[in-house]
């Protein structure tokens, strides 16, 4: 197989864009965007009820956009 037999669509590429485009935060600044505790997101992401990337076992990436989406749809106030 050549890399010529590896074809990405168009909407493939505008994902992989996207994507490059997101800031990934931790959990302490993932906190701080929607008012919660550290603790509370930590807990969100082992109930897997927050928006989240886990990079390797240990390691857990929230991306902002995501987030603000979640928040939106799950009635967060973030204006706090």
Do not use: G
């Amino acid at each position: 197989m050549s890399h010529n037999d590896f074809k990405l669509s168009d909407q493939s590429v505008a994902e992989a864009l996207k994507r490059m485009d997101e800031k990934l935060v931790r959990h302490t600044e993932a906190a701080e965007i929607l008012s919660v505790s550290p603790r509370t997101i930590r807990e969100w992401t082992s109930l897997r009820k927050i928006p989240h990337r886990r990079i390797t076992p240990r390691c857990v990436r929230y991306s902002v956009p995501e987030l603000l989406e979640w928040a939106e749809e799950n009635r967060i106030d973030v204006s706090r």
